[in-house]
């Protein structure tokens, strides 16, 4: 899947026009949305940023991280530590540090784990993090495997000067919007910088960029660092929504539910991270209520509905569901006269 061709990261004009509408229909959902839908979409918004942190390191560079969620889970906790029990703290210096604490994290961890290629990059990622859950998991000090609560969403005052409340659902959803646009925006720039088309030839041909003089060590490693604390973001927000933070945050599951989110969207353009963030929450939400069958409980074997969703669009639409509607757009473009004749 991280071959060329797997990847588009080019998005045709139509494409384009299409998200612009989206993003146009996230900044007006508020005012037709009930509390519960802002909130699920606003939760929709911060899976996307941590879609697009690991599509830095799959989609762009060709990494592929069994243990990202570990990036995500230490800023909700960091957030979680950070918070005094009876006030909120500010957040002007708690989301700097949070993100701090995962892109510390992610380039002690990456130090050691970009050496390895392939299978072993993947174990060993894997390894990593669930080294970090079980310290949290075995730990009451740490808040063990009942997790920690966070009373209060982070203080945006500035002095006495308050500019906007998190404490107010649209607030914060309109908060996350913003950051997610961010994010990708960032990140488009960085794809098409001279650093990102590096990662990208990495992907393509890592022993051709070594020859070519390129320390190909220290671009993936300072990928695996930035997408950490990406990654890092996408929890402190988490954590300020739900109020909650737990170690199952870091564990294994969410870290393969990223990687379906990325291949479902399609890789290496974020476009297509945040498209597969909202079509797999969505679907995990169709799947879990579909209808008992005789004695057979369809809702309750989502992961088995899921995972053949996915392989059916690896199989047949293996640039994701931004590659499909490309697909469909060009053929419904064609001009009778481009078409093949019988």
Request: proline letters at 4%; hydrophobic letters at 55%.
């Amino acid at each position: 899947m991280s071959a060329p061709r797997a990847n588009l990261e080019t998005l045709p004009r139509g494409l384009q026009i299409t998200l612009g509408l989206a993003v146009v229909a996230l900044a007006a959902f508020p005012s037709v949305g009930t509390d519960f839908y802002v909130q699920m979409v606003a939760r929709m918004m911060i899976l996307a940023i941590f879609a697009m942190s690991l599509d830095l390191l799959q989609g762009v560079t060709g990494l592929v991280s069994l243990g990202h969620a570990a990036y995500f889970g230490l800023a909700g906790y960091a957030l979680a530590f950070l918070t005094p029990a009876g006030e909120p703290v500010s957040l002007w210096w708690t989301l700097p540090a949070a993100v701090g604490v995962s892109a510390l994290a992610a380039l002690v961890i990456g130090f050691f784990v970009v050496r390895t290629h392939g299978i072993y990059f993947i174990m060993v990622t894997m390894a990593f993090a669930q080294m970090v859950f079980y310290v949290f998991f075995d730990n009451k000090a740490l808040g063990g495997s009942d997790g920690l609560y966070i009373n209060f969403k982070p203080d945006a005052a500035l002095g006495s000067w308050l500019p906007f409340d998190l404490e107010k659902k649209q607030t914060f959803y309109y908060f996350t919007l913003v950051l997610m646009l961010a994010v990708y925006v960032f990140l488009r720039r960085l794809l098409w910088s001279p650093f990102g088309r590096a990662l990208s030839g990495i992907r393509i041909n890592e022993h051709r960029m070594r020859a070519m003089g390129f320390g190909t060590f220290g671009y993936k490693l300072a990928a695996f660092t930035l997408a950490g604390a990406l990654a890092g973001l996408a929890g402190y927000l988490w954590g300020a929504q739900s109020g909650y933070v737990n170690p199952e945050l870091m564990g294994f599951h969410l870290s393969a539910h990223a990687i379906m989110m990325v291949i479902l969207g399609g890789m290496g353009n974020f476009a297509g991270a945040v498209v597969g963030a909202f079509a797999f929450e969505t679907l995990l939400d169709l799947f879990k209520d579909l209808p008992t069958l005789g004695q057979f409980k369809m809702g309750k074997h989502w992961q088995l509905w899921m995972g053949l969703f996915i392989v059916a669009l690896v199989v047949f639409a293996p640039r994701g569901l931004l590659g499909l509607v490309q697909s469909l757009n060009q053929r419904l473009s064609k001009t009778p006269s481009e078409k093949p004749h019988d």
